[in-house]
């Protein structure tokens, strides 16, 4: 497979692949399904990677979608991640993760901001440069800069409600919101390199309708998932009745508890 230039073979396809494998990861542990997801997920990369190569510096719209696919998970990735381990890291009711993660979890979180940052101060590449691909691209700035706020706000009363040992982590979701928000204004009062301030406001008017719904769609998918999850568990029947141990399982337990508390005196 040398190369790929058909956009519904590289590009549309692999997003499928993607949502597919997303499917298969949600079937039971036990469902042959669960060995197809590392198949299916290396697909899909290799085809969107080999579409991208044999189409690099194409203006067509879905290698200006590829470009800011490709720009963008790596700071989401590392934001969303981030905000996940700083949240349930330490005392938690649920998920609970090690206290020690915590700092890194704060780690990522700010790396994805400066990340985004980052891109919006040097010189693009062309894929994103101009015509499609810069509206797109100032798009999903402007998506992931205000799912930002919303989320690190979120975090930051979620945090609060876990109780009072979680102040400082309290305070650095606030502090991310107000990054981002400070980022938001920053641009669309002065511009960045890519992007003058006049071409800001334009495209956050004519995209705005897309920004709020795909907020909305989000806010509500997860709201749905949640609810799935839930109804699912409750629908549940209860665990069967585990029979009491027989002699033979009585006597296994006994020994093994003796020889390793006997190893434990020894040592």
Not at 20 to 26: A, E, H, P, R
Not at 27 to 54: C, N, P, S, W
Not at 128 to 155: H, M, N, P, Q, Y
Request: with cysteine; net charge negative; glycine share 12%.
């Amino acid at each position: 497979m040398e190369g790929i230039s058909n956009a519904w073979l590289g590009f549309w396809l692999p997003l499928g692949l993607i949502c597919i494998t997303i499917g298969f990861s949600l079937t039971d542990r036990k469902d042959f399904r669960q060995r197809l997801i590392g198949l299916t997920l290396l697909l899909a990369i290799t085809m969107l990677v080999l579409y991208g190569i044999e189409t690099s510096g194409s203006d067509a719209s879905e290698i200006a979608l590829l470009a800011v696919l490709f720009d963008m998970t790596p700071p989401v990735s590392l934001m969303a991640i981030g905000a996940l381990v700083a949240t349930f890291s330490g005392p938690s009711p649920v998920g609970q993760l090690p206290r020690g993660l915590r700092p890194m979890g704060f780690l990522l979180a700010i790396s994805g901001l400066i990340w985004i940052g980052w891109m919006l101060v040097e010189d693009p590449p062309g894929a994103r440069s101009d015509g499609i691909g810069e509206k797109i691209w100032a798009t999903w700035v402007l998506v992931f800069l205000s799912c930002i706020v919303i989320t690190s706000t979120v975090s930051a009363a979620f945090c609060v409600m876990m109780g009072e040992k979680r102040n400082r982590e309290a305070l650095a979701m606030s502090s991310l919101a107000l990054i981002g928000g400070g980022i938001f204004i920053r641009i669309m009062g002065q511009g960045s390199t890519d992007l003058s301030t006049l071409g800001w406001h334009d495209i956050y008017w004519d995209q705005i309708p897309f920004i709020i719904g795909g907020i909305a769609g989000s806010t509500f998918g997860v709201m749905g998932f949640i609810w799935l999850v839930y109804i699912a568990e409750k629908r549940a029947p209860d665990p069967d009745v585990v029979a009491p141990l027989t002699l033979e399982e009585k006597a296994r337990v006994r020994e093994l508890l003796e020889k390793n508390l006997t190893i434990k005196e020894e040592g």
